[in-house]
């Protein structure tokens, strides 16, 4: 185990419905990120927070809202998602060492819009 | 806009083999460069970082290279086993203030060793 778990680990969504993903890092890490990776193309750096800060924002578009209530915890809130948003996204975390590029990814939840 | 790219995107060897898996970026004013592991279906796992002052990095039967100034990564694999098939993936760290814990992927080589 990595230390990083994600929940649900698949959702099934309607284009009008309203959905969390959640991850959780007991590693003690101050920074976390969300990611998306869609077949066959690399993966997409979405969300960086550092203390809870938001660092970067990867002009993800505004159906995609993170949230960072503190440094273990970091939700994906997903609204009126389309069909491309389908995909696997992962959470990661790391410590403040190594320009933030120690990350530890969870597994991932596995998203499919209909 | 640093680009990293894999090649081959897909590789199947008999066990046994011994495996050359390539990336290459267009920026080599990098702070680091790593090599991921990805099984069906779950997260990554890191195998080797190799810093940019470093020219190579050794984990058991691993060995992965740097060449910044041609841009390019090899990771070595030696006497491939069954288990060694997942989805390798090459990132590399950049240098600017601005980069900070953005990690810069490939689209990574699928392998599958056959028995």
């Known amino acids: 185990e990595t230390g990083v778990t994600q929940t649900p680990r698949h959702l099934v969504m309607g284009m009008t419905n309203k959905k969390s993903l959640k991850c959780e890092q007991h590693?003690?890490?101050?920074?976390m990120y969300w990611y998306k990776q869609s077949a066959k193309k690399p993966l997409e750096l979405m969300f960086v927070?550092?203390?809870?800060?938001?660092?970067e924002n990867n002009s993800v578009p505004s159906r995609f809202s993170p949230e960072c209530p503190n440094s273990s915890h970091l939700f994906l809130h997903l609204h009126t998602l389309q069909p491309e948003d389908s995909a696997l996204y992962l959470c990661?975390?790391?410590?403040?060492?190594?320009?933030?590029?120690?990350?530890?990814f969870g597994p991932g939840t596995r998203l499919t819009v209909t | 806009k640093q680009e990293v790219t894999q090649i081959p995107a897909a590789l199947s060897v008999p066990e046994g083999e011994n495996l050359v898996l390539n990336c290459s970026f267009t920026?080599?004013?990098?702070?680091?460069l790593q090599w991921f592991r990805q099984d069906p279906g779950k997260g990554l796992t890191s195998l080797l970082l190799?810093?940019?002052?470093?020219r190579e990095q050794t984990s058991g039967r691993l060995n992965a290279s740097l060449d910044k100034s041609s841009g390019r990564s090899t990771l070595y694999i030696a006497a491939s086993q069954p288990g060694d098939s997942a989805t390798y993936l090459c990132?590399?760290?950049?240098?600017?203030?601005?980069?900070?814990?953005?990690?810069?992927f490939g689209a990574g080589t699928q392998v599958v060793v056959t028995p």
């Open positions: 920026d080599s004013a990098i702070y680091n």
């Open positions: 990661a975390s790391s410590p403040l060492t190594s320009g933030g590029y120690e990350q530890y």
């Open positions: 990132a590399v760290g950049g240098r600017t203030t601005d980069s900070w814990g953005k990690l810069q």
């Open positions: 190799i810093q940019s002052s470093q």
């Open positions: 927070y550092n203390f809870k800060e938001q660092t």
């Open positions: 590693l003690g890490h101050n920074a």
